[in-house]
């Protein structure tokens, strides 16, 4: 014997029964060739009745357990595909905005690109505008310089021809009458 059978065996129910219990009440013959078998095999109609009817209580309550956790586990389904469809519903709302996006962001791309090409377009206008006011100046500057010079000439020029008049010549223009 084991050691754990030594000290005692233990059933179901939790009773302990110790070794000389087991030594003094042997375990009884359970073949077909005991002097009870006959007794013990010989079921009544009644019996076999009640057994079959406890063994389809129980079968049915299984089968009702059974049929009520496959029906929770089919509403439990059918919420989550519900709350799928409504997630489903917004990644579609949010590839639309992000479609829609794209587009307003190519838009204006392209109008970005023909500004930059008004703003290059300006920005040439402006550069030849400067470039004439500086050569308009110029020119006008030349013109004023060369009326300058030459107004400072014709005074040169008339300032030569007119002779200073002597000092010692006091005569007088002479009258004509």
């Not at 057994?51 to 129980?58: K, L, V």
């Not at 989550?80 to 709302?93: V, W």
Request: net charge neutral; proline share 3%.
């Amino acid at each position: 014997m084991t050691p754990t059978a030594k000290e005692g065996l233990g059933n179901r129910k939790g009773v302990e029964l110790k070794v000389r219990e087991v030594l003094h009440n042997p375990v009884c013959d359970t073949s077909s060739n005991g002097r009870n078998t006959q007794n013990m095999n010989a079921i009544s109609r009644e019996e076999f009745n009640a057994r079959i009817e406890t063994i389809e209580t129980r079968m049915d309550t299984r089968v009702n357990e059974v049929s009520a956790k496959i029906d929770a586990f089919l509403v439990a389904q059918a919420e989550r595909d519900k709350a799928q469809l409504e997630r489903d519903k917004r990644y579609d709302s949010i590839a639309t905005q992000m479609q829609d996006t794209a587009r307003r962001a190519e838009d204006a791309a392209r109008q970005g690109a023909t500004v930059k090409a008004n703003v290059w377009a300006a920005t040439v206008v402006q550069l030849v505008g400067i470039v004439a006011i500086v050569v308009g100046a110029c020119y006008a500057n030349q013109a004023n310089m060369y009326a300058a010079i030459q107004t400072t000439l014709a005074a040169i020029q008339a300032g030569k021809e007119l002779r200073p008049p002597s000092p010692f010549d006091l005569s007088l223009p002479e009258s004509t009458h």
